[in-house]
């Protein structure tokens, strides 16, 4: 089974720092990875994916997020934060050829930006 | 741009009652899902559903729970006989294919059972 470890609850950043988010899966299977956010009071919504290619994924926003397979990692970055990230954010993983493919999240990590 | 719209956004209900969470998908999806998120916890799978049928469903998703697609374009969730811990956020989704196609998330519905 998939499972997926987000290391960090809570990162409190300042504004204009760098921040990476850290995300771990566990799957006996090649993967699909992603990474959501959700920002007070929405739904979730789709920063970037992995599902091939270059391990290095650029998404929206400024963040990008590397694949590690050896590591079996899938952390999220950003060069320099804004007040606007303020946000939860969740990484997912997927099993490609599972038929509907169900996402199995991380618990989550609380993005808190200061001035 | 479209977007996946879920109803109501507050359910406050008593325990035992039935409830029922409704969805509208992205018109064009195929593929439509129901997740939870109990407070402070991960946000978790319940079920899948793809050409009118269930196609994977989690433990979580036993007899009390029941999924449907009235029409073209709603997608509902009922909780028979709704327990304390049912009490979660409720978020719908859909993607046009699976796998390699995003998953469009609602705002989801929070569901409170006293």
């Known amino acids: 089974a998939q499972s997926v470890t987000q290391l960090d609850s809570q990162v409190p950043v300042f504004e204009e720092a760098p921040v990476e988010l850290r995300c771990n899966y566990s799957s006996s299977v090649s993967v699909y990875l992603f990474w959501y956010v959700q920002y007070p009071n929405q739904g979730l919504q789709l920063l970037l994916k992995?599902?091939?290619?270059?391990?290095l994924v650029k998404g929206i926003n400024g963040f990008e997020a590397e694949f590690n397979k050896s590591q079996t990692s899938f952390h999220l970055r950003k060069p320099s934060v804004h007040i606007s990230d303020t946000a939860e954010y969740f990484c997912?993983?997927?099993?490609?050829?599972?038929?509907?493919?169900?996402?199995?999240f991380g618990q989550g990590t609380r993005l808190t930006i200061n001035p | 741009e479209p977007e996946v719209t879920q109803t109501p956004s507050h359910q406050v209900t008593q325990m035992g009652q039935e409830v029922i969470l409704r969805c509208v998908p992205i018109?064009?999806?195929?593929?439509f899902y129901w997740y939870r998120q109990i407070l402070g916890q991960k946000v978790e799978f319940l079920v899948s559903?793809?050409?009118?049928?269930?196609?994977?469903k989690s433990e979580i998703f036993d007899d009390q729970f029941s999924v449907e697609r009235p029409d073209g374009s709603n997608f509902t969730l009922k909780i028979r006989s709704t327990k304390l811990e049912d009490s979660a956020m409720y978020f719908c989704?859909?993607?046009?294919?699976?796998?390699?196609?995003?998953?469009?998330f609602g705002p989801g519905t929070r569901l409170t059972v006293l």
């Open positions: 018109s064009n999806h195929l593929y």
């Open positions: 997912a993983v997927t099993d490609p050829f599972q038929g509907a493919q169900k996402l199995v």
């Open positions: 559903f793809y050409n009118n049928e269930i196609s994977e």
């Open positions: 989704a859909s993607s046009q294919l699976a796998g390699r196609s995003e998953q469009f």
């Open positions: 992995y599902l091939s290619g270059s391990t």
